[in-house]
């Protein structure tokens, strides 16, 4: 979708961007000649127009932290000159009032945040990443912007704006160039069927924002449409007291089951799609006949067939099969790793706890409390012999796993070994 055109009069002061984007006979965004991803003259004006934003929040509220952002994000984008920047950043010093206008023509937030997008571009980057971020400073309800930046986070991609400011000119991890996973359903029929789980999911979701059966609907079609747009957006809204759209149309059910079951007998299907299938077509239908055979039958080959354990099972299963495997950690930088994936990581076996100041080793087992894979929280147990010892919670936050709110440990994808956060080499799982 194009971002609706600014009105120059009252954005900038100079109309030198519009004049520019003008006589550009390609792309005015990306400069060929210089490592900036988008032209001088651009940056330039899209930073004072930065500034003037950041100076009316400044008149405000001095200590304003979203108007501290966009001054250093002016600071990034004026690259021919910064004299306006020194200005504001010595009248903040100083103390002295901010003379109205003193960096352009008052400026609208909204145009603002919708250039940011425009400007971002289309091109993966820390650079594209800090646009989305800033834009979402200044407009938190524009679902494209919530959609892209829920696309990068399941990508594995820190989306914090102190983060991208920091590595804006560090290339991206080649992982983040393609979707978390490859679904195994063509894409005509995954697209289908995920379109028909996010219509049904908005509809419990607006009936219920805890609803289970929403949260699950969203799962499921992610794993058959990974980077379905309304389930992007479900998904971050879910995290945010915000509640979903509602619906005009009847409900989708029935034809939602009927896609299931008719995915559900073609040729080529793996056993955990299947799974799949049935598990969710049972969240639908409790009572269905055919589903409960199903499943009952894995059950007795030892299967687990609760909806979070078949989705959890499943994903796993897509991500192995990804082309190219995800680089080790050397790669990686601290926070980039999806909290989900590595809980799905630490869920799925049993870890060594080695405790060298005590030289004692635990055998621990993680297990989810939460009701869905959306919150990554649980009990853990560990076992010494005949003692056996429960903590009370573990959480994975920021790519750090907290148990009991006080021991911190980051997941080493090299040598596959949960490290304590702080440093230090007194205990760690493997």
């Known amino acids: 979708m194009t971002a609706p055109p600014l009105h120059f009069s009252i954005f900038f002061r100079p109309t030198a961007l519009l004049i520019l984007i003008a006589f550009c006979p390609c792309d005015p965004l990306h400069s060929k000649t210089n490592p900036w991803p988008i032209a001088p003259s651009v940056s330039q004006s899209l930073g004072e127009a930065t500034l003037s934003v950041a100076s009316m929040r400044f008149n405000k509220n001095r200590a304003d932290p979203k108007a501290f952002q966009l001054l250093r994000l002016s600071d990034l984008l004026c690259t021919l000159s910064r004299d306006k920047v020194f200005y504001l950043k010595g009248l903040l010093e100083s103390g002295a009032n901010i003379p109205d206008k003193a960096f352009g023509p008052a400026t609208n937030e909204g145009d603002l945040a919708k250039h940011f997008v425009k400007f971002a571009g289309s091109r993966p980057s820390h650079f594209q990443l800090l646009l989305f971020s800033s834009a979402y400073l200044l407009d938190p309800n524009s679902k494209r912007v919530t959609i892209a930046i829920q696309r990068a986070k399941r990508r594995g991609l820190n989306t914090d704006f102190e983060y991208l400011l920091r590595n804006v000119n560090q290339p991206i991890p080649t992982f983040a160039l393609t979707p978390p996973y490859f679904p195994e359903l063509p894409a005509k029929e995954g697209k289908t069927l995920a379109s028909l789980a996010a219509e049904y999911a908005t509809e419990k979701l607006y009936e219920n924002r805890e609803s289970l059966l929403g949260k699950r609907m969203v799962a499921l079609g992610l794993l058959v449409d990974p980077e379905n747009e309304e389930l992007l957006y479900l998904m971050s809204i879910l995290g945010m007291d915000k509640r979903s759209e509602s619906v005009s149309h009847t409900s989708i059910k029935i034809p939602l089951l009927r896609k299931l079951a008719e995915i559900s007998i073609r040729k080529g299907n793996s056993t955990l799609l299947n799974n799949l299938l049935h598990a969710s077509m049972i969240e639908i239908e409790p009572d269905r006949f055919a589903s409960i055979v199903f499943l009952q039958k894995m059950k007795e080959r030892g299967i687990k067939i609760d909806f979070e354990s078949i989705a959890l099972e499943y994903e796993q299963f897509l991500k192995k099969k990804r082309t190219p495997d995800r680089p080790s950690s050397s790669t990686v930088q601290k926070g980039e790793l999806l909290d989900a994936d590595l809980s799905n990581l630490l869920t799925a076996k049993r ?80």
Do not use: M
Request: aromatic share 16%.
């Open 351 to 430: 870890w060594t706890l080695t405790e060298l100041h005590t030289k004692q080793t635990w055998f621990v087992s993680f297990r989810r409390t939460s009701k869905s894979i959306f919150k990554p929280e649980g009990k853990c147990q560990g076992v010494r012999g005949n003692n056996l010892h429960t903590w009370n919670s573990w959480k994975i936050k920021n790519s750090i796993l907290i148990i009991d709110g006080y021991a911190r440990y980051a997941y080493d994808r090299n040598s596959k070994v949960w490290k304590q956060a702080s440093g230090k080499k007194d205990s760690f799982f493997h």
